[in-house]
C-alpha cells in the first residue's frame, strides 16, 4: 500500500539553527514527492518537489531536499532555520503526475528566538 | 497571488442543513480538481477528484451523497455537504492541476473552515 510517515510529529529548533525534517514513503513504482508548508488556517504552498533526475533538490525559501532511493526517504532540510519558517509541513507522494496526492501526517515546527 | 481561490473561507451552520463550498482557477483552465479534508491537527485526506463536465470519483469510504461534487465549469468546482453533523466539522481544501508548463504544477485552495452546531 502506499503511504507516507513523517515520524517527528513536532519538532523546534532555535532561530538560525539547522533544521531536517523527515519522511519515508512506501510506494510500488517510482514516486513523484512532494514538500508542502501549511500556515494555520491555510492552504498548501509547494516549496520543492522531486520527479527524476538530481536526486537534490532546490526549493523556496532557502530549502532542499534528497531523494534516497535505497531509504525510501524524501528528507527536507534547510541550513539556517528562521522564525518566520514556523508552520506545519507535509511530505506528499503522487502517482505519476496526475494530482492524487497522499500526504504524512505532518510535522509542526516552533522556532524558538 | 492566489491561483485557486476557495469560498467561504469559514462558515458555520446548523446541524441538518447544506453547505456549498466553491474552488476556482483563477487564471487557467482546470479539468480536475481535488478535494482534501483535513481534522485538526491531522494530514489532509483526499476525498474525491472532481472532473469537468462528468461525475466525480470518490475515495473508498467518502460517502458520494453526502458530499456532492459539481464540475461544471473548466474554472469551478463545488463541494455540497449535504444534511451537515457536526462530525462534518473539518477544514475543506480543493486544488486544481495547472495544464501549463511543463510539469503542470498542482495549486491549492486556502481551505474552507466549517463548522456544524
Known amino acids: 500500500a502506499q503511504s507516507v510517515t513523517q515520524p517527528d510529529i513536532h519538532i523546534t529548533v532555535s532561530e538560525g539553527a539547522s533544521l531536517e525534517l523527515r519522511c519515508n514513503y512506501s510506494y510500488g513504482a517510482t514516486p513523484y514527492l512532494f514538500w508542502y508548508v501549511q500556515s494555520p488556517g491555510q492552504g498548501l504552498q509547494l516549496l520543492l518537489k522531486?520527479?527524476?533526475?538530481?536526486?537534490l533538490v532546490q526549493g523556496i525559501k532557502g530549502f532542499e531536499a534528497e531523494f534516497k532511493r535505497s531509504q525510501s526517504s524524501f528528507n527536507l532540510r534547510k541550513p539556517s532555520v528562521h522564525w518566520s519558517d514556523a508552520a506545519e509541513y507535509f511530505c506528499?507522494?503522487?502517482?505519476?503526475?496526475?494530482?492524487?496526492?497522499?500526504f504524512g501526517q505532518g510535522t509542526t515546527l516552533q522556532v524558538k528566538p | 497571488g492566489a491561483v485557486v481561490s476557495q469560498h467561504p473561507s469559514w462558515v458555520i451552520c446548523k446541524s441538518g442543513t447544506s453547505v456549498k463550498i466553491e474552488c476556482r482557477s483563477l487564471d487557467f483552465q482546470a479539468t480536475t480538481m481535488f478535494w482534501y479534508r483535513q481534522f485538526p491537527k491531522q494530514s489532509l485526506m483526499l476525498m474525491a477528484t472532481s472532473n469537468e463536465g462528468s461525475k466525480a470519483t470518490y475515495e473508498q469510504g467518502v460517502e458520494k451523497d453526502k458530499f456532492l461534487i459539481n464540475h461544471a465549469s473548466l474554472t469551478l468546482s463545488t463541494l455540497t455537504v449535504t444534511s451537515a453533523h457536526p462530525e462534518d466539522s473539518s477544514f475543506y481544501i480543493c486544488?486544481?492541476?495547472?495544464?501549463?508548463?511543463?510539469?503542470?504544477?498542482?495549486?491549492f485552495g486556502n481551505g474552507t473552515r466549517l463548522t456544524v452546531t
Open positions: 486544488s486544481a492541476r495547472d495544464p501549463r508548463g511543463f510539469d503542470s504544477p498542482l495549486h
Open positions: 522531486y520527479f527524476s533526475g538530481d536526486t
Open positions: 506528499a507522494v503522487g502517482s505519476g503526475n496526475t494530482g492524487k496526492l497522499i
